[in-house]
Nanobody, 119 residues
Framework: QVQVVESGGGLVQPGGSLSVSCAAS????????MGWYRQAPGKERELVAT???????NYADSVKGRFTISRDNAKNTVYLQMNSLKPEDTAVYYC?????????????WGQGTQVTVSS
């Protein structure tokens, strides 16, 4: 089986910083990309950032300049450093992995981690 596990999250004040990480494990032959989506109450899940093993990144306009995604290919781990956090960043953040396994190219999701930005 493939496991996608997030860690981090929590409560921070506006303007503060927080980092989350995600590790993919199991029978993954290769990672096509790893990244983060988020979903706030009453809203659709949206892309936050993705990164490929080669280092190509993609950010939502709303987080550019504030969030930084990085990865450790050896650990199949992706990190999201979130700075200058705003209340509107409050959401459940989900790790998303697109990888090649014995079953083909598949998308996997983590269980989500709550990020709350509030005074």
């Amino acid at each position: 089986q493939v496991q996608v596990v997030e860690s981090g999250g929590g409560l921070v004040q506006p303007g503060g910083s927080l980092s989350v990480s995600c590790a993919a494990s199991g029978n993954i032959f290769s990672i096509i990309y790893m990244g983060w989506y988020r979903q706030a109450p009453g809203k659709e899940r949206e892309l936050v950032a993705t990164i490929t093993p080669g280092g190509s990144t993609n950010y939502a306009d709303s987080v550019k300049g504030r969030f930084t995604i990085s990865r450790d290919n050896a650990k199949n781990t992706v990190y999201l450093q979130m700075n200058s956090l705003k209340p509107e960043d409050t959401a459940v953040y989900y790790c998303n992995v697109r990888g090649a396994t014995a079953r083909g190219v598949t998308i996997y999701w983590g269980q989500g981690t709550q990020v709350t930005v509030s005074s």
